[in-house]
């Protein structure tokens, strides 16, 4: 924990890197394997240097609470996080910091007050059984395309109050372009101002993605609502600037919304969409966790579909979930910069460092978890909650930064996985393998196509 009067040592034990690359070409060839190695080799903290600066990958729930939680004023999201992800999503809430953040995040959180959620329940169900109209028995589906397109006409719905029918295959492309762009060692180490392929795809998929969305933003400006997301940042209440600079009656710039609204379509769907399909990727390998899922499904719901009102008794499908996250969290790591010199484990970390904290890696620590690459959702006890370290399990990560729509995420996976298991049995198709990418999301790499049958 911080300590203002320990003497720090000079640095934490770490690997060697090339000249110039650093560790950055290590990662991108195996980067989950490479985040365990550090964690397994080097202890609680390691320490190496990259092309931007020096790197510590913490790996203790204890130091990471400290930079999340109890010292999350001294720490930014800095510039590695904003150089992947600012291409995409501007300034939204996301990555942006200060004020700017405080304003927008106030605006955006009434669409995730409880009593809001709760009116998203039944029409999440419904999308979900509108989608599976579209499976037939015994054909082989792409799970995960399935998923983005629920899961995307869902976040449209419930935040911004529309359809979004018509652009889904619009975003999902676009959304996929950039992943993938983002895993270019150029793109990574390059100085912004120099064009590289990849940061070409960027721009075409921004420039995609622009079109659906400030043609959304149009609509509202046309037909507000007192409840949608767009039409609470379009209000005139904001700062005079528009950049949290002060009081006035200026409402948000079209390019401000638009920051937003990406943020929200994109983190709004994406990272459910990962969670369901690596549940039915899990569920498919353990066929005995499947069978006790679908009992407790018959059991509670007695073939109707699953409301709100039934979660509480779906305990087991909540551990599923909260299970699949633990082994397979959608955002596998978390990226923080100091502002002022801090002290952690006994280490001075100084700004100018880049924090890297991976849910991945503590997920999978033997020291928390009993058999840790085993998928056991029973394990999820009261009294092993109790036991655990307070972020040795942080997929929504913590503190002022957590997910805000951490709520709407763990409702929207557990009534879609209990509809899409009530109806249907899913099978991988053999020979798939599972190989994902390291980035801002767990997405896989390639398809996970799974063959479908009615039950």
């Known amino acids: 924990m911080s300590d203002a009067a320990s003497t720090p040592d000079d640095r934490p034990p770490g690997p060697d890197g090339l000249p110039l690359l650093g560790t950055q070409l290590a990662f991108l060839r195996d980067p989950y394997g490479f985040m365990t190695r550090m964690a397994r080799e080097y202890g609680d903290i390691a320490y190496w240097e990259d ?26 999201k800095g510039d590695r996080f904003q150089h992947v992800l600012r291409p995409i999503t501007g300034n939204g809430i996301l990555n942006s910091e200060g004020a700017v953040w405080r304003r927008n995040r106030h605006r955006i959180q009434p669409a995730f007050r409880p009593a809001r959620i709760r009116e998203y329940a039944t029409m999440m169900t419904d999308f979900a059984e509108e989608n599976l109209e579209d499976w037939e028995d015994g054909e082989t589906r792409l799970v995960h395309e399935d998923m983005m397109e629920v899961t995307l006409r869902i976040v449209a719905r419930a935040l911004f109050g529309t359809d979004i029918d018509d652009h889904v295959d619009t975003v999902g492309e676009a959304l996929a372009e950039f992943m993938a762009a983002t895993e270019n060692l150029p793109h990574l180490i390059l100085p912004e101002r120099v064009p590289t392929p990849a940061r070409r795809r960027i721009r075409r998929a921004r ?30 209440d904001g700062d005079r600037d528009g950049n949290g600079n002060g009081p006035g009656e200026t409402a948000m710039s079209p390019d401000q919304i638009r920051d937003e609204v990406v943020t929200l379509l994109l983190a709004g769907h994406e ?4 969670s369901l399909t690596l549940t039915f990727y899990l569920l498919s390998k353990n066929p005995r966790v499947e069978q006790r899922l679908v009992e407790e ?18 305990t087991y499908t909540e551990k599923v979930i909260k299970e699949s996250m633990r082994l397979y969290p959608p955002v596998p790591g978390i990226v923080r910069e100091p502002v002022k010199p801090d002290i952690i484990g006994g280490y ?28 056991r959702p029973a394990r999820w006890t009261d009294e092993m909650e109790d036991d655990l370290p307070k972020l040795a399990y942080f997929p929504f990560a913590a503190g002022p ?25 899913l099978e991988l198709v053999p020979g798939t393998e599972l190989n994902l990418r390291a980035t801002i999301t767990a997405r896989p790499k390639d398809e996970i196509p799974m063959t479908v049958y009615e039950r």
């Open 51 to 76: 092309p931007t600066g020096p790197v510590y990958q913490l790996n203790h729930p204890e130091h990471i609470e400290q930079v999340l939680v109890q010292n999350n004023e001294n720490y930014i």
């Open 207 to 236: 420039e995609e993605l622009d079109e659906v969305v400030y043609g959304l933003i149009e609509r509202r400006k046309q037909h507000p609502t007192d409840r949608d997301v767009i039409s609470k940042l379009l209000e005139g």
């Open 271 to 274: 990272t459910t969409a990962l």
């Open 297 to 314: 499904l018959e059991d509670v719901l007695d073939s109707e579909p699953p409301t709100m009102d039934d979660l509480p008794a779906l």
């Open 348 to 375: 001075e970390i100084s700004p100018g460092a880049t924090l890297r904290m991976h849910q991945w890696v503590v997920h999978r620590d033997p020291r928390w978890y009993d058999d840790p690459l085993a998928f």
């Open 401 to 425: 930064r957590r997910c805000i729509g951490d709520r709407f995420a763990m409702l929207e996976a557990r009534l879609l996985l209990a509809t899409v298991y009530q109806r249907y049995h």
